[in-house]
Structures are given as structure tokens and as C-alpha cells.
């Protein structure tokens, strides 16, 4: 495989004076970036003191007023010092000039990573997501647009110590801008550096395909189809970042979920977006998507399937209904030296009102409740009325009544039992006795997703009547013992659970609905408090660090720091994004889409993978199957199809895999053809220290902190890698990434890239699982500069274009 020519990456111009004009463009240069540094200072400032002091009072108003409107500035302050402070690192990377027309010199834009005005107001520094900044992306050679020239800043702390220039139209500069042309391609030098185990933002080198779906609108499902090395998962966080600072409005309220395939994956992106001036997007795996739970377990494959299966969706109902029991007979409660009676018919007709209500589970319950403990008490009215009439009919057995008795006997006979007071009463004195709740919640329990769960799995028999529509072998994979932890295909059963069984907020609305007019009034106050402090007028780099008024109003009675949109929506199960972006997305299955789903109903999504990678075995074959449940036909797709990060040698090989594994796919074309050839070494696992030690010492860029190696192994050798290894990290922790040298699996590695891999063991790798061939691709792909396969028996025949070692 060749690697492809990125079309937007022209070759630099030779100057006869190369030294001179690199040394004088950059004493221009860094002129203008010590002054953006220093309005960026001026602006950190001006935050600071802003949250310290508040705005001075301008009129008139309450003290609650006088509250909010020094709350409202110091929180719109502390906003923007949390933006100003995380784009230190590379404030400004770009400029671009435009060509000069009429004889008058075109405009010259800075492109960094947050908009600065000077102090007249005029721009200073262009946000990268603003439409003046997007010609730096999409202007290529065949296509330039109105750019003369595009310049790459690269900063060490505040230093400018390189330029690199990309000529469109000489003609087209001033005379002086002419005579300091410098530099090389740009991207081609950052994909060269060496891995930190962190993923950088790609803000400074965004190519034209990554643009696109950057800048994708808002709406809809984007899917967006890469290969290894396409920058799908950097485009898609440059789209967090992009679409908020485009829909702010929006967005910023209910938020943005990134969801990624673990922990380490989730480190190894989380500096990212920060980098790029945005702080408050939601991050997590499937493991984590319900409050309160943090699966890392994984399942066998058979039961990854089976638990992934949309069939599961009918077995969490029939679990929930299967807990809305009738006794065999009439219902008999043993309380206050009587035993209460029921009768089975009007169990049955309470379960059914219950039931007919379109309510959860534990909100029925109240129903259900509240029409048992009426019979219970109508029941026990009635044997205390049986018990006042046996004088009564004694004394009429023994010569009758007087009449006026007789009367009061008639009317009574007329009137119920009971008073609604009385039956009110008699009912909250019934609930008190533990032997009739006992009995009630034997019949209708008050839920939780676990307890549902954990007692589904423990017990055979209700598996048995929950789950008919499953085999018996089915059945059998569900099985385990109470108090198992929790794996990460367990958590879309548990939010299954949630949606079937409910919350009772009966207290909760309660309590709401007594504050309603103490929150309208306040939101009342907070409006003019806002606009009192100039948030309807702000200017537009500012805008983003403002609060609505019905959260600030809120901000008042909250206790402790105040909590940020990304963890009051981790807390909550049923909030509601306003986007999100699944990375990995290949791999979720059927019950982790409708996770998924729940937490986006306006169904905007940017979803990312590869086809070709799916190695889970519950995971997608196909875009369609996946997301034609939830958007028929409305979904749209963007191909990412060439390679930044893999060089073409190692292309060649992972193309032969994918070949044989996926042959309907089409592999990404490398952009690089340098370093050296992969190689395939025969090994035991025990001697792979000296091999391990021989590749760091080839990756040391002399970085600091640069330079990651990744053994990859099979699972049948990965006990004897771990033993070999031992002062390596391993597993899909976020400490891994911290460490020279991590080993993992294949689904550990998946969204990693490290400078150098040691596949080891691929027949097993291929053998272990019905993906097995996807996962040797993934293996394969994560490797920037060199590749190693290490094996003690034949090669599978896929790889035989690899050199072999001397």
C-alpha cells in the first residue's frame, strides 16, 4: 500500500537566505504571540478579580437580588478563568493571509484556541471555530480559496521555536512577507513525534475530510466511518468543542456525553477538550452510564451476546411482572389478634387497576397498595362489626329489643363502615403493621434495577418463568450467585430495569410543587440580575460563560461548591443531553444503544468507528442494524479515508487481514511511508524483556516523557507476557498510559496508538474469538512508527508479508 499524498499539505518554497528569513519571521512572530500571551494575562486578571469582587451595586433591590447579581458575575467569572486558564499550551498555532487585491495587502488572521480581543475590541486572536478561521482547514492547493499563504506556529510555552509555511499564491503576498518563507509540512512533522500517552488536539493541522465533520451541522445522526489512523475519535472531539461554540445556546444547558470504550481510552482522551477552551462535556464507557455503578468486568462472548441481544428488553419486562404477584388463595394477614382476609378475586382485580395504570412498576405499587389496604381495612371493620352485633342478636334470641334500638339498627344498617376519615386512619395504622407490609411488598415489592437483577440471576426458577422466549442454555448463561459484580453488559439491563420499574417521587413532587412560586419568583430576580450585569449585551467570546437564570436561581439554596452541567447530568439517569459522541461505536450492542438512546431523544448523535474493527462479539455488523431501529433512513455517513498515523508498511500488512477478515472493506491509505519494516520474530514470552528494552531504546526521541511501546497479546499468553514483564502496567487502566510499556489486549488497545507494538501470539489472537480477525487488524493498527509480531509457532498465513527478523 502506498502512502497518499495529503492534498493539503503543498511542499515548501526554497529561499536562497533560508536562515535569515526563518530568524526574521520568527522575531515577527514572536512579537505577536508575547502580545496575545499578555492579553490573555490581562483577561486571567480581570477574571479574577471579578470573582472576587463582584459588580458594584448599581440600585436598588432586595438582598436576594443583591445575592444573585454578585453570584451571577463571579459565576460567569469563574467560567471564563476555567477557559482562559486551559488553553495556556499553544494559545496561537495559525495565521493565514489573504491574497493582496488592488494593490492593498489582504487580511492577515491569528488562529488560536479561544478568541481575544485587544483593547480597542478589534480581534487579536480568531477562535479556530469561527467561520473567519475556517479557510486555515479547507484551503488545500487546488483549492485555495482567497489564502495567499497558511502558517503553522509552533510554540514551546510561550516560544515561538518553528514556523512552517504553506505557499498558495506567492504573487499574492506583500513584497516582505514574500522574503520570509519557511518551514516544512506541518502535520507530517507532529505525526512524527512521539507518543506521551495522551491524546493531543489536532487543532493546529485539521485536514480538509476532518473539517467536514467537524463542522457537520447540529441535528441528526453523523456517522463517521474510519479506518485505523483516520483521526475519527480527535475530529469528533474538535466536534464537541466546535458544536458548542456554535449552538452555546443550546448545548451548553443540557450538555454533551462523550462515550468511550473504557477507562484508560477515556484518560487518554480527557485533555483534549479542555486544550481546545472547552470544560464541561460529560465523559464515560458503557460501564458507567448508570449513577452509581462502575462495571469493568467483561462477560464470556456467549453471554456478551446473549446479554447484548435486543431479546434481553422482554426478559427485564417479564422479570418486572413476574414480581406483581396474586396469592394462590385469599390473601391472609395475621394483625391485631385477627387474621385480615382478602379474597384471590380481589387481589386479582387490584393487580390488574395496577397494572393498567401506564405507570413503572413502583409507581403502579401505589395503586396496588393503596387498594389492598382498603379491603384489608373494610375487612377488619367488618369482623369488628360482627363482633358488636353478637349481644345484639343474643339479646333478640332472648326476647328482642326495644324499638327505638330496632330503629338505630335499621339506619345503621344503611350507612358503610367506614367514614372516608376513618378508612383514611384505618389504612395508616394497617401500613404501620409490619406483618401486613411484609405481606403486601412479598406480593408487590418496591424495586430497584439490582435488586431485580441480582435476584433474576440467582434464581433459576423465576429465569425459568421470566425468560420463555430463551432457550434453556440461554437461561443457564444467566445464572450466577447473588452479590457478583456488576460487568459492563449488565449495565443496559440495570437502565432497562430503571425505565420498567420507576421511582415513587411522590414526596419529591410534594415538595416541588411547594416551591414552584418561591423558584418563580427567584427566577424572576435572577433574570434582572443577569441582564442588570450585562449578560444580554456581552461580547461574544464571553458569552459562553454565562448561566440561565433558572440554574443561577437554583445556585442559591445548593450547599458546597456548585455542581458543573457534566456532573449534575452524571448524576441523573434520566437527563437529557443536548448531543452525543460514541467512540468505538462499533462495538456497543443492541441494549447498549437503547442505553444510549434514552439519554439523546432529540436523537443527535455523532457516532465514530470502523466496521472493520468490530472484535466484540455482541457488537455491530453493519451502521443499519444498529441505528435503522431508532432513525429509519435518516442517519448520514462520512468516510474518513486516509491514514495519519500508520505508515505504509505496516498498512500493507493490516490490509492483507483485513482482506481475509472483511473483504467488503476498503483499508485507509497512509499518508506516510517512513520508518521501518514491520517484522515478525519467533519468541517465547519469556524472552521478551531484551526485545522490549531494544524497542524503547529505538522509539527515545529524546522527548521528555515521549515514547510508548504496547505489547499486545493473545489471551492464552497473556499470564506468560505479565510474568515477563513485571515492572510493566497492564489492562485498560488510566495508569497504564503513564508507563513506558503497557501490555493488553486486543479490546484493551482498541482507540490507542502507541509509538511501538509487539503483537504477540497472533494464531491465538485470531483463534480466541468469532471477531478473531478483526482483533489481529486492531492489534496490528496501533502502531505509529514500529511493528513487531512475535510468535512460537507457524504465522497465520494473513501475515505473510511480513519481513522476518535476522
Not at 135 to 158: V, W
Not at 224 to 252: D, I
Not at 650 to 663: F, G, H, T
Request: net charge negative; with cysteine; charged share 30%.
Amino acid at each position: 500500500m502506498r502512502a497518499r499524498q495529503v492534498k493539503s499539505v503543498p511542499e515548501p518554497i526554497s529561499q536562497p537566505d533560508a536562515d535569515g528569513a526563518r530568524e526574521a519571521a520568527t522575531r515577527t512572530e514572536q512579537e505577536y504571540v508575547t502580545r496575545v500571551y499578555d492579553r490573555l494575562d490581562a483577561e486571567r486578571e480581570r477574571a479574577e478579580a471579578e470573582m472576587r469582587s463582584g459588580p458594584a451595586r448599581t440600585g436598588g433591590g432586595s438582598a436576594f437580588q443583591a445575592r444573585v447579581e454578585r453570584q451571577a458575575a463571579a459565576e460567569a467569572a469563574a467560567r471564563r478563568l476555567a477557559r482562559l486558564s486551559a488553553v495556556e499550551r499553544a494559545l496561537c498555532f495559525g495565521r493565514i493571509d489573504h491574497r493582496a487585491e488592488g494593490g492593498e495587502p489582504g487580511d492577515t488572521f491569528y488562529i488560536g484556541r479561544i478568541g481575544l480581543r485587544d483593547e480597542d475590541r478589534e480581534p487579536l486572536l480568531i477562535d479556530w471555530r469561527a467561520a473567519a478561521a475556517r479557510p486555515f482547514y479547507t484551503a488545500t492547493p487546488g483549492s485555495p480559496g482567497t489564502l495567499a499563504r497558511r502558517r503553522h506556529l509552533h510554540l514551546r510555552g510561550r516560544s515561538v521555536v518553528r514556523l512552517d509555511d504553506e505557499v498558495f499564491d506567492l504573487e499574492g503576498l506583500a513584497e516582505d512577507d514574500r522574503t520570509t518563507i519557511v518551514g516544512e509540512a506541518a502535520l507530517l512533522a507532529t505525526l512524527r513525534r512521539g507518543r506521551t500517552g495522551r491524546m493531543t488536539d489536532v487543532v493546529a493541522t485539521i485536514q480538509e475530510e476532518q473539517d467536514q465533520v467537524i463542522r457537520s451541522g447540529l441535528h441528526g445522526v453523523l456517522v463517521v466511518q474510519g479506518g485505523p489512523g483516520t483521526g475519527k475519535t480527535v475530529a469528533a472531539l474538535h466536534r464537541a468543542a466546535y458544536l458548542l461554540y456554535t449552538h452555546r445556546g443550546v448545548l451548553e444547558r443540557r450538555g454533551v456525553l462523550v462515550v468511550g470504550p473504557n477507562a484508560t481510552f477515556l484518560r487518554y482522551i480527557e485533555q483534549v477538550l479542555p486544550g481546545l477552551g472547552e470544560t464541561d462535556v460529560a465523559l464515560a464507557t458503557v460501564g458507567t452510564l448508570y449513577p452509581g455503578v462502575r462495571a469493568t468486568e467483561y462477560e464470556t462472548p456467549a453471554a456478551a451476546v446473549l446479554k447484548g441481544d435486543i431479546r434481553m428488553a422482554k426478559l427485564v419486562e417479564a422479570a418486572v411482572r413476574d414480581r406483581q404477584a396474586v396469592p394462590e388463595g385469599d390473601l391472609e394477614v395475621a394483625a391485631d389478634d385477627m387474621v385480615l382476609r382478602v379474597s384471590h378475586e380481589d387481589c386479582v382485580r387490584a393487580r390488574d387497576r395496577a397494572r393498567a395504570l401506564r405507570a413503572p412498576h413502583n409507581i403502579q405499587r401505589r395503586l396496588y397498595v393503596h387498594d389492598l389496604l382498603e379491603a384489608l381495612a373494610l375487612n377488619r371493620a367488618e369482623q369488628y362489626d360482627r363482633l358488636a352485633d353478637e349481644p345484639l342478636e343474643q339479646m333478640i334470641a332472648e326476647g328482642g329489643v326495644p324499638d327505638w334500638l330496632q330503629e338505630l339498627i335499621d339506619e345503621a344498617e344503611d350507612e358503610p363502615l367506614l367514614d372516608e376519615a376513618d378508612l383514611k386512619l384505618s389504612k395508616e395504622a394497617l401500613w404501620q403493621t409490619p406483618s401486613v407490609r411484609a405481606a403486601i411488598d412479598a406480593l408487590w415489592p418496591e424495586l430497584t434495577p439490582q435488586r431485580l437483577l441480582a435476584d433474576l440471576y440467582a434464581d433459576p426458577a423465576a429465569l425459568d418463568r421470566a425468560g420463555g422466549h430463551l432457550s434453556a442454555t440461554e437461561r443457564r448463561l444467566l445464572h450466577r450467585p447473588a452479590g457478583a459484580d456488576w460487568t459492563v453488559s449488565d449495565v443496559p439491563l440495570l437502565d432497562e430495569a430503571a425505565e420498567w420499574l420507576g421511582q415513587d417521587d411522590t414526596a419529591d413532587r410534594i415538595r416541588a410543587r411547594a416551591a414552584a412560586a418561591e423558584q418563580a419568583e427567584e427566577e424572576r430576580y435572577a433574570r434582572e440580575a443577569i441582564e442588570s450585569t450585562g449578560q444580554t449585551g456581552v461580547d461574544w467570546m464571553n458569552a459562553a460563560d454565562w448561566v440561565d437564570a433558572a440554574t443561577l436561581a437554583g445556585r442559591h439554596h445548593d450547599d458546597g461548591p456548585p455542581l458543573t452541567t457534566a456532573e449534575r447530568a452524571a448524576a441523573d439517569r434520566q437527563w437529557a443531553y443536548g448531543h452525543v459522541i460514541v467512540d468505538e461505536a462499533q462495538e456497543l450492542s443492541e441494549m447498549a444503544w437503547r442505553t444510549v438512546m434514552r439519554r439523546v431523544p432529540t436523537r443527535s448523535l455523532t457516532v465514530v468507528g470502523d466496521i472493520a474493527q468490530t472484535g466484540s462479539p455482541a457488537g455491530a455488523r453493519s451502521w443499519g442494524q444498529m441505528l435503522d431501529r431508532y432513525v429509519p433512513g435518516r442517519w448520514r455517513e462520512q468516510r474518513l479515508m486516509v491514514n495519519y498515523r500508520t505508515p505504509a508498511a505496516i498498512m500493507r500488512v493490516a490490509a492483507d487481514v483485513l482482506a481475509a477478515v472483511a473483504p467488503d472493506q476498503v483499508p485507509p491509505e497512509p499518508v506516510r511511508d517512513d520508518g521501518p519494516p514491520p517484522r515478525a520474530l519467533r519468541l517465547r514470552p519469556a524472552d521478551l524483556p531484551g526485545l522490549v528494552g531494544a524497542e524503547l531504546a529505538e522509539i527515545d526521541t529524546g522527548e521528555r516523557d515521549a515514547g510508548r511501546l504496547a505489547v499486545i497479546s493473545s489471551g492464552r499468553r497473556y499470564p506468560g507476557v505479565r510474568a515477563a514483564l513485571p515492572d510493566a502496567e497492564y489492562g485498560a487502566t488510566p495508569e497504564a498510559l503513564d508507563s513506558p510499556v503497557v501490555v493488553l489486549t486486543t479490546d484493551e488497545a482498541k482507540g490507542l496508538e502507541f509509538d511501538s507494538v509487539i503483537v504477540v501470539d497472533p494464531a491465538g489472537i485470531m483463534s480466541e474469538s468469532p471477531r478473531g480477525g478483526q482483533d489481529l487488524y486492531v492489534a496490528i493498527t496501533r502502531a505509529t512508527r514500529r511493528l513487531t509480531v512475535v510468535h512460537d509457532g507457524d504465522l497465520p498465513p494473513v501475515l505473510a508479508a511480513l519481513t522476518p527478523a535476522d
